[in-house]
Nanobody, 123 residues
Framework: QVQMVDSGGGLVQAGGSLRLSCAASTLTLSSYAMGWFRQVSGKEREFVAHIGVNPRITPYLDSVKGRFTISRDNAKNTVLLQMNDLKPEDTATYYC????????????????WGQGTQVTVSS
């Protein structure tokens, strides 16, 4: 059974940084395109970033472009999301998932979701 583990969240002041990590058991993540999403309670899960098997393919949510960077650490079998210049509106639970097929920005195109990691940005 595939288990995804999201980690690295926390409480940070506006302008600060966090690095999220997504690890997997039984899957070699470098063989899959991956995505990061975020969700605020009561709202739809929102696309944040995607990385293709070709790591140069990295579309982002417009509001995080230039602040967030998705990358891979293949030696550790992880996918990372470096988040800089964090803003209070980035506060959410962040999830990683494995891309299957379909629109890259649609959560329905992904499966094997992590449990989520909470990011809270104070003003």
């Amino acid at each position: 059974q595939v288990q995804m583990v999201d980690s690295g969240g926390g409480l940070v002041q506006a302008g600060g940084s966090l690095r999220l990590s997504c690890a997997a058991s039984t899957l070699t993540l470098s063989s899959y395109a991956m995505g990061w999403f975020r969700q605020v309670s009561g709202k739809e899960r929102e696309f944040v970033a995607h990385i293709g098997v070709n790591p140069r393919i990295t579309p982002y949510l417009d509001s995080v472009k230039g602040r967030f960077t998705i990358s891979r650490d293949n030696a550790k079998n992880t996918v990372l999301l470096q988040m800089n210049d964090l803003k209070p509106e980035d506060t959410a639970t962040y999830y990683c998932a494995v891309y299957l097929r379909g629109p890259i920005r649609a959560s329905s195109s992904y499966h094997y979701w992590g449990q989520g990691t909470q990011v809270t940005v104070s003003s």
